[in-house]
């Protein structure tokens, strides 16, 4: 609903007037109007922004966000599963992933889900934050308090980890996480969920990095020329790599070519997203691409959808910090995590395997 409508003029009468003011003030629930402030699920203010026919056929014509759960701190790592027919995600400041259903809502799935210290967390941010599938389906997590990415065990509780170091070096606190059709992990590592963040007198890399974690083990920095590299994604074919530097002095989205070896190659700018500061807070976040190759960019102030091309062919304007998305249910359903709430929309494409 557009709360613009709820606005009456002067020209209304006395009585609907005095109705109105006896309704808000009544402790009945049935006839008290809702407060914004404390609705379960307010309305997001949010428009759609055609700028080329590519777009259109994307995003039917009456394509509209619905939101299906609010109240969070900060959601992050969308991820469908399939399997269970449900949607994950994290609250990185709650320290939690929840699970939605459709039907059923959400409910805590995982808590704690990034910092697992007997100690209270210094920072802001201690939880998982980027979620992804391995080849076997196993849930695998980036987790900012404890430094590391791991795996999920069976029982929901045990975790193996993956990654913790690189070259006796701990990492950064690992931001997104990926695997090729090979079974090789692909991850960045900003310093984010570190209490001083670049600062931070518990770094020990002297870089952020993009790295890869082999079938073999073998663990390896791609590139370090992104300063604070974030989401991350591959294209349909896997030749093409595109990532997000949220640096607030970078603000890009860049995209580097895939060796067959699985090294990276050129890479160069693909978007700048510093343009679009004007919609709202937030930065060049989660990625994803359907199997078309365009790709869905969060950004400030909502998420921009780019043709392979490079051409910014439209936008979901959000006006608040949007983190991440994925693609869910038949494929054609996009989530998107912005601030305190996730919402779906139903598209004409579908997201990339």
Request: charged share 25%; net charge neutral.
């Amino acid at each position: 609903m557009n709360f613009t409508t709820l606005r009456s003029g002067w020209g209304a009468g006395l009585v609907i007037a005095l109705a109105a003011f006896a309704a808000a003030c009544s402790t009945q629930p049935q006839t008290a109007p809702a407060k914004p402030a404390e609705a379960p699920k307010p309305q997001v203010s949010w428009r759609i922004e055609r700028l080329d026919a590519r777009f259109d056929a994307l995003v039917p014509a009456n394509a509209s966000l619905e939101k299906i759960a609010d109240g969070h701190d900060w959601v992050e790592g969308p991820l469908w599963c399939k399997a269970t027919n449900e949607l994950l995600f994290s609250d990185v400041v709650r320290n939690a992933i929840y699970q939605w259903k459709p039907g059923e809502g959400e409910k805590i799935f995982l808590q704690p889900s990034g910092y697992t210290g007997k100690e209270p967390f210094p920072g802001k941010e201690p939880g998982s934050n980027g979620l992804t599938l391995d080849p076997q389906g196993k849930l695998v997590m980036c987790e900012h308090g404890d430094r590391r990415i791991s795996r999920l065990g069976d029982d929901n509780k045990t975790r193996t980890t993956l990654v913790d170091r690189f070259r006796g070096k701990r990492i950064n606190s690992p931001n997104d996480v990926i695997f090729s059709s090979k079974g090789d992990m692909y991850f960045t590592d900003p310093p984010f969920g570190l209490p001083k963040a670049f600062d931070d007198p518990a770094k020990e890399l002297d870089f952020q990095g993009v790295f890869r974690l082999a079938k073999n083990d073998r663990l390896s920095v791609l590139t370090k020329a992104l300063k604070a590299p974030n989401g991350i994604a591959f294209s349909p074919d896997e030749k093409l790599l595109y990532l997000s530097d949220i640096a607030q002095d970078q603000f890009k989205w860049h995209v580097f070519e895939v060796n067959p070896d699985g090294t990276l190659g050129k890479g160069r700018v693909f978007g700048d997203a510093s343009q679009f500061r004007k919609n709202g807070p937030g930065g060049p976040d989660g990625l994803k691409v359907d199997t078309q190759g365009n790709l869905f960019a969060s950004g400030p102030g909502g998420l921009y959808v780019f043709a392979p091309d490079g051409t910014h062919i439209g936008s979901f304007v959000l006006g608040t910090a949007t983190a991440n998305c994925a693609f869910g249910e038949d494929g054609s359903t996009l989530f998107i995590t912005a601030d305190k709430a996730v919402y779906r929309v139903r598209l004409s494409t579908k997201g990339s395997k």
